[in-house]
């Protein structure tokens, strides 16, 4: 079963020590010895090759010293029983394991199984390659040896299949220590680790397949959950009553879009409109206001020079964008406008230039939901994006703590913190074509549009991701290279209506 193939049941993720804690509650709680769970662990990862991999009749197997080496000795012995071509090459010595890995190893070793006493360049040669080096456990950066054969592994031009976790990859932040497998497929077990979901995780799981390895549902309801993995898009938003009108769905108003930005502030305009805002007001600079609905009338564009001219609009808005291209120069122009945003009182989403403004001079409330990526979040924890991106579950939370609100954290695995709640959602919807100009503001427009229809701010921030990742999937369907912010606009209006 597909870790996000089931959108009624919104899938728990772990930290790894808590997965290993489950392991621990089956084995002493429930009785279910250890290598009986080491062999369904290794009968599940045959059984995804299998599937995955049909017609593959040679698999190499690159086994550790530890637990998720035991697992690469079962799934080895079932592809002996299965007539393949195996070869297991161990990077410790396979006298040394113990436990229930030893116990794999002998049965694998009774079986005939060859294990060659060097480990190649490469691994060509082979259909498959498995990967079952490092587990879960790994908090160090990967050198010597491992580092070369990992190397060595991603030279590999074949299908690669990662047990549990790909060796390499932090369990709890999604890092890449060092060097980390990329895997084509990865099989975990038990509990859905943090990590896989975000950060590099994506980059080097590739797809993801969870099993329980038969464990009852007392076992992951031993540990409570450190984030959730969000479903793919299902809209379930309520369909309109025949008698409504535009007043019952908002009215937000965009404030950007500083000489030389309007596209950023007009895209965001255009998108909370694509997803049923009821009106929009558009508040931007007097050089060219009078072009931002040129081919978009339904806009309601005005130039706004000081404060005293945007407040007019902010006393007819119900929710305010604030930020895209709204730039930093200008005289204080963004500045200005800014400060008469926060002053209205008004439910607001925060972006892009308005985040650096806030990073100046920080600020506390609940009524907002801010979304910046890893190089805003930087400026507003006064660090560096690097840091960010070494643990992004920790810099959402450290974001959330100083500035409260709803946080959105931009990037591979978008994060979703706010509402009171103690762990953020992680968004799996999204791809590398949307590294482009213009996506973030399209978000902004798109939170900012739920917002207006009555949604509060962490379901409104939830349900926008999933909404913008999955026009962005649908969008790159024509390929992901040269994927605009524009072409997402079809798709929000047809997936919002599903």
Known sequence: MSAIDKPEKIPRLYRAGQVRAMDRFAIDQLGIPGIELMNRAGAAAFAALCQRWPEARNVSVVCGSGNNGGDAYVLAHLGIEAGMDVRVYPLASPEKLQGDALAAYEKYKAAGGPLPDFVPADFNGAQVLVDGLLGTGLDREVEGLYAETIRGMNRFDGGVLALDIPSGLHADTGRALNDAVKADLTVTFIGLKQGLFTGNGPEHCGEVVFDDLQTPPSVQASQPPSAWLLPTWHSGLPRRARGAHKGNFGHALIVGGAPGFCGAARMAAESAARVGAGLISLATHPDHAALMNVN???????????????????????????????????????????????????????????????????????????????????????????????????????????????????????????????????????????????????????????????????????????????????????????????DLMPWLRRLVNL
């Open 296 to 486: 978009r009338p339904e806009l309601m564009c005005h130039g706004v020079a000081t404060a005293d001219e945007l407040r007019p609009l902010l006393a007819r808005a119900s929710v305010i964008a604030v930020g895209p291209g709204l730039g930093l120069g200008q005289a204080g122009w963004g500045r200005v406008l800014f400060e008469a945003v926060l002053d209205s009182g008004l439910p607001l989403v925060v972006d892009a230039d308005a985040l650096n403004l806030l990073a100046l001079a920080p600020l506390r409330r609940e009524d907002w939901v801010l979304t910046p990526h890893p190089g805003e979040a930087a400026r507003l924890l006064k660090t560096t994006s690097s840091a960010i991106q070494a643990d992004r579950f920790a810099a959402i939370s450290a974001l959330r703590e100083k500035f409260g609100g709803t946080v959105v954290l931009k990037g591979s695995g978008t994060l979703v913190l706010g509402g009171g709640k103690s762990e953020p959602s992680v968004c799996t919807q999204g791809n590398p074509g949307m590294a482009s100009g213009g996506m973030g503001d399209v978000l902004t427009g798109v939170i900012t549009g739920l917002l207006a229809q009555g949604l509060d701010y962490t379901e409104a921030a939830e349900i926008g991701v999933r909404l913008h990742g999955a026009a962005g999937d649908k969008a790159a369907e024509d390929g992901e290279r040269g994927l605009l912010a524009g």
